[in-house]
């Protein structure tokens, strides 16, 4: 065996690395465990910070930096910001700033979105701070610039889900509110720009109507991850199930039992993520 050769061994045997504001992102874990189910993966849950969608820029480039930089002293083999308001805020800078492959939720939910709308009407349901940031219409008029782009920011609803409230009258009416005015639009697709929309996705078809596709990003992001890793020849090969840890920033036990519900799956290797080491790797 070559050096070459033993050194992308080594780097194919490091976990995936992933982050979120809090549990949202395990939906799309749940899709990488599927789609690659012999990769390692280290996920962190900033549910202390949590929720990020109504976060300036400035505090999510931070909280991203931040993070970023505490995956790479697991250490990773790549990172997926499972955030869109992270991602639509601090991709590029982390990207720009940080030696491991970076990969983010919005384009991959773009190209999907562009390459399923039959009428170019494409709507994007999504938090405050990605709806502000522009990154959705950017990155789908950048696959197809004459594309309609309807943006419907959706605040306070990603509180209702992380509390575990997928079906009562409060969380209906919160998202009957946010899907008038984006139905009224006449898109054929919606895409759920934030990692905890998934889990309400039959409410979000009722009111938004059977004629209009619903796009769940998180296996696209699955799919791009898959194919990063082989391009740069470091997938995992051997015929194993892989394991998974996570750290959160907030309460172990709280994140173990609710995270549980998102992912489908027990969480038994939770570990606390003080603040403090955050700040000591990357200050405020």
Do not use: W
């Not at 991709?91 to 709308?117: C, D, H, K, N, Y």
């Not at 990063?228 to 039992?257: C, H, I, M, N, P």
């Amino acid at each position: 065996m070559t050096a070459s050769s033993a050194h992308t061994d080594d780097v194919a045997s490091l976990p995936i690395g992933m982050f979120d504001s809090g549990m949202g992102g395990l939906t799309v874990l749940h899709e990488c465990l599927v789609r690659l189910p012999s990769e390692n993966f280290a996920y962190v849950g900033d549910t202390a910070r949590f929720p990020y969608g109504e976060k300036s820029r400035a505090e999510l480039e931070l909280y991203a930096r931040q993070l970023t930089a505490f995956l790479e002293t697991v250490p990773v083999k790549l990172v997926i910001v499972a955030c869109y308001s992270a991602t639509s805020a601090a991709l590029q800078l982390l990207q720009e700033r940080f030696t491991t492959p970076i990969v983010g939720v919005i384009m991959p939910g773009a190209r999907a979105a562009v390459q399923t709308s039959r009428y170019r009407r494409i709507g994007v349901l999504a938090t405050e701070a990605t709806v502000s940031s522009g990154a959705y219409p950017r990155a789908i008029h950048s696959l197809d610039g004459g594309a309609e782009v309807h943006q419907q920011a959706a605040p306070g609803l990603v509180s209702f889900i992380e509390e575990g409230d997928v079906a009562s009258q409060a969380l209906a009416d919160a998202v009957r509110g946010f899907a008038e005015p984006l139905k009224a639009k006449r898109p054929d697709v919606v895409i759920l720009g934030c990692t905890h929309y998934p889990l309400i996705a039959p409410m979000l078809q009722r009111f938004f109507g059977r004629d209009v596709t619903l796009v769940n990003p998180a296996a696209e992001i699955a799919r791009e991850v898959e194919d990063t890793l082989a391009r740069q020849g470091v997938a995992r090969t051997e015929d194993r199930v892989g394991s998974y840890r996570f750290y959160t920033t907030g309460d172990v036990e709280a994140f173990r039992s609710v995270g549980a519900r998102f992912l489908q799956m027990p969480l038994t290797r939770v570990r606390s993520l003080p603040l403090d080491t955050l700040n000591g790797l990357v200050a405020p």
